[in-house]
């Protein structure tokens, strides 16, 4: 191995002479100055700063210098690098810092601009009547039960004490759901809320104490009074030493907190398979009370002048359903009812036609308000 060459001159090496080491010390400094954003930064780092920078390159033939010489030449060199770096941190301060600020004003928001210009939803007055009826039960101590739209039909009839021949069954009234091969499923969508009082009495323990609100089905014509699909709340108590005078009062609660207090009620009588005795329920018309009966002057068109308005339908619990539930009639007794829920918003709220209530024009729901 040779010694080392002493002889060597650092200021013979080009890229180590002073000249030199100030000219690429200033030319990546006037690069550094010149970039004008981050970008092109990165780039005059990469040319200047890099491990292939001709100031690194240079620093590398250090390494070849014999002792003596090394110091000198590191010193230079290190001192330009040290000012390249300096320079690259001291304008990348500069840079973001500009940076930040075209963002603040290029991404302004203006929090005073209106936001709501897409008008607010409403929800259906459908579904607020529903829940205004549900919770005057609910105030009273009642549960919410639930049962299916597409229901058997041992539970939407038989159980409830509907004959094979009973006329609610056939296709005036029925929509059936066929099976895969168009036949007979045993499903029909259910024709009115009174199945889940089957089903709330296999469910729960007695006693009892329920409504049900849900929708309902039957192939009536669409017009001013009748819907296909309409909704219905059922109410169930059974009890011990449940009678009809516990149905009344229930009944008048629920007028007076729906409709305002004071309005009688009056059953007529009527008949449900499932319920014995049965009864429509009216109410006093709460627009004329009466005062529009035999009185031509003043017709009232809420109660088509007859002073009183049917609101549902209700009885005692025959005990044949009690026996199909599995509950004995001789210890428990109970009562139903069953107010239809359009027919009350129609009242409450003086909607003329219930064909306004599912043609899902936003306006109509709008004009309610957007209760939530
Ligand atoms: C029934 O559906 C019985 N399940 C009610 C019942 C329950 C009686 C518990 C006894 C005990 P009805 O068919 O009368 O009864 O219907 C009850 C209410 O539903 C009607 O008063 C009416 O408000 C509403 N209703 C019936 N058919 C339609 C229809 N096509 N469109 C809108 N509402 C209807």
């Not at 002792?67 to 001192?79: C, E, H, L, M, Y």
């Not at 939407?156 to 059936?176: I, K, S």
């Not at 068109?301 to 549902?312: D, L, Y």
């Not at 009639?329 to 027919?343: D, K, T, V």
Request: hydrophobic share 40%.
């Amino acid at each position: 191995m040779s010694a080392p060459n002493s002889s060597y001159d650092p200021v013979e090496v080009t890229p180590l002479h002073p000249d030199e080491v100030a000219r690429m010390r200033d030319e990546a400094l006037s690069a550094i100055e010149a970039a004008g954003d981050l970008d092109e930064l990165k780039e005059v780092r990469l040319a200047h700063a890099s491990d292939r920078s001709p100031l690194a390159l240079a620093n590398r033939e250090i390494g070849a210098l014999p002792p003596a010489a090394k110091a000198d030449a590191g010193k230079r060199v290190g001192g330009a690098r040290r000012d390249v770096g300096q320079a690259l941190k001291a304008r990348q301060a500069v840079l973001e810092n500009e940076r930040d600020e075209r963002v603040l004003v290029e991404e302004r928001v203006d929090v005073t601009l209106p936001w709501d210009r897409t008008p607010r939803g409403a929800r259906h007055p459908l579904t607020t009547v529903a829940e205004r009826m549900t919770d005057v039960f609910v105030g009273m101590g009642f549960e919410v039960a639930e049962g299916p739209e597409v229901e058997a039909e041992w539970f939407n009839f038989d159980a409830l004490n509907f004959e094979p021949d009973h006329p609610a069954r056939t296709m005036q009234d029925t929509f059936f759901v066929e099976n895969d091969e168009g036949g007979d499923s045993g499903m029909v969508m259910r024709t009115h809320t009174s199945p889940v009082q089957v089903r709330a009495l296999l469910e729960r323990e007695l006693p009892v104490y329920v409504v049900a609100p849900g929708k309902t089905f039957r192939t009536d014509e669409l017009d001013a009074t009748h819907t296909p699909v309409f909704h219905q709340l059922e109410g169930l108590v059974v009890d011990r030493g449940i009678t009809l005078a516990h149905l009344r009062g229930a009944i008048d609660a629920f007028v007076g907190a729906v409709f305002g207090e004071g309005l009688r009620t009056r059953f007529r009588a009527s008949y449900f398979p499932f319920t014995e005795p049965s009864a429509e329920v009216d109410m006093e018309c709460f627009v004329c009370r009466g005062s529009s009966v035999g009185n031509p002057e003043a017709p009232c068109r809420t109660c088509a002048s007859e002073g009183w308005i049917e609101i549902g339908g209700c009885g005692v619990v025959n005990p044949r359903v009690l026996r199909a539930a599995g509950v004995d009639p001789e210890e428990y007794s109970g009562w139903a009812f069953g107010l239809g829920i359009e027919r009350t918003l129609m009242f409450a709220h003086g909607v003329r036609d219930m064909r306004d209530m599912v043609e899902g024009d936003i306006r109509f729901s709008s004009a309610f308000g957007s209760e939530i």
